[in-house]
């Protein structure tokens, strides 16, 4: 299935086959493609990139497709990436977290620092969080298999 082309967001890298590989759902998602491309809020002489998920249900493309900015899209890798840190030796407290430091990190970004914590205002955390830390395990070799690539793409372009 194409990726339209006709809509406010313009897209110029396309992945169109995304639906064979959206992890566990692959082959039976809503998720069909993924592009990177001119943002569908770009004003008259400002020009931004995005990134989007493109969701088709089953009859029409869904306005719950995703148009991310790309700086974004980097952000949550990194939030993704500390959050699988902060998993692997959440298994030495007895909550998952430390309940008197919910603060994991803070990641320095362009002068300031990116908080990276447990939500504490979840009134039900330390049930969720052990749902997400076996999700997480569940996921494992999903997310490994990207993050091995992704680390070799990022050694590959010098980083």
């Not at 998720?31 to 770009?42: C, T, V």
């Amino acid at each position: 299935m194409k990726i339209p082309t006709t809509l406010k967001h313009k897209p110029v890298i396309v992945s169109d086959n995304y639906e064979q590989v959206d992890g566990r759902m692959a082959n039976h998602t809503d998720a069909k493609g993924l592009s990177l491309g001119l943002a569908q809020w770009n004003d008259r002489g400002k020009v931004d990139i995005s990134a989007k998920v493109w969701r088709y249900t089953g009859e029409k493309w869904s306005r719950q497709s995703e148009e991310l900015p790309l700086h974004r899209v980097l952000d949550l890798s990194i939030l993704i990436c500390r959050s699988l840190e902060h998993f692997r030796e959440a298994y030495r407290y007895e909550h998952m977290y430390d309940p008197n430091q919910p603060l994991i990190d803070r990641v320095g970004l362009q002068g300031d620092a990116m908080n990276v914590a447990i939500c504490t205002d979840n009134d039900k955390i330390n049930e969720d969080i052990k749902l997400f830390s076996q999700a997480l395990s569940d996921d494992g070799e999903l997310l490994g298999e990207r993050l091995r690539t992704l680390s070799s793409l990022l050694k590959e372009m010098g980083y």
